[in-house]
């Protein structure tokens, strides 16, 4: 909601200090010259990315108009469930976690928490890692270097969308200039004609340059730049889960991992300690509707 609001004030601001200066709004409506900068964009769109990336291009355009789903919610609910698991292996062994991670869908504690489900890659950084932990065998160290390499290639991942998408922004300035050199050609062809049609051919090329810098700076590199903020808010998130996970195997007890963990949130969706020691003294099922009305699409 925010980006479509900053999107507004963009362009409102543009238009309307256009039309203080008593400018002619139907001289920057030009089809013509946003159909050369935009069909050019996204054919260099097609030319240089593989199809899965195209694929992610877009969900991560989609994700910027969804919000941000990495609040303080979406913190207190996973570190309640990492708290119940663990609290789980504590008591029973981590043995009794073996069906748990193998089937999260049907699992008594991970079904509880459809947003965690429906992030396939945080859901299978849990559950993987753990299955690991069960097998047994591995010391602490290598098993924070495990989780360390997965959040690094996930990272490598997220970011290739994002230099895409800034790719093509940076090549927007340079499509606005082979419009308006279009323009110009056009223009020359009409020399000799009414003054009035001349000026009219040289706006309409000055429109293109005009079209190709506020869709760079105005638009498309804001959203890259959106985009880069949630690969790392996910980044922090994953951050977060490996600092838990890692003091649980070290030999640190539930209750003390979470408060860990919390620590390794950024400060501006932290929650509080009482927050979250009430909520884990609590209730295995407290935070069951939050969590379902915090569910956002998957990565």
């Known amino acids: 909601m925010v980006a479509i609001v900053g999107i507004l004030v963009v362009f409102g601001a543009v238009v309307g200090g256009y039309l203080m200066e008593h400018g002619n709004l139907r001289v ?78 049907k699992s008594p504690i991970l079904s509880q928490y459809p947003a965690f489900l429906k992030d396939h890659h945080t859901c299978a950084f849990v559950c993987d890692t753990m299955r690991t932990a069960i097998t047994g065998g591995v010391e602490p160290f290598e098993f924070d270097q495990m989780m360390e390499v997965d959040m690094e290639v996930h990272h490598h991942d997220a970011s290739a969308p994002i230099a895409a998408l800034s790719t093509t922004a940076d090549s927007l300035p340079g499509l606005g200039i082979v419009a308006a050199v279009l323009g110009v050609v056009i223009t020359m062809g009409a020399l000799g004609g009414p003054p009035e049609q001349i000026g009219e051919k040289v706006a309409s090329a000055l429109v293109g340059t005009f079209l190709g810098i506020l869709l760079c700076y105005g638009l498309v590199g804001p959203l890259a730049a959106n985009m880069a903020k949630a690969a790392d808010d996910h980044h922090a998130y994953l951050h977060v889960l490996r600092v838990l996970m890692t003091s649980f195997i070290k030999g640190t007890p539930p209750i003390m991992a979470v408060e860990i963990a919390r620590r390794a949130v950024p400060g501006h969706v932290r929650p509080r300690f009482q927050e979250l020691e009430k909520l884990c003294r609590s209730g295995a099922s407290a935070m069951a509707a939050p969590a379902a009305a915090s569910v956002a699409p998957g990565e």
Do not use: C, W
């Open 28 to 105: 920057l409506l030009q089809p013509a010259e946003l159909l050369i900068i935009g069909g050019a964009a996204a054919g260099t769109v097609l030319i240089a990315n593989p199809l899965h990336m195209l694929k992610q291009i877009a969900a991560g355009v989609a994700g910027v108009f969804g919000g941000s789903k990495f609040n303080q919610q979406l913190y207190l609910d996973s570190l309640k469930m990492m708290y119940d698991l663990l609290n789980k292996a504590r008591k029973e062994g981590l043995m009794a976690l073996e069906s748990d991670v193998e089937e999260p869908e």
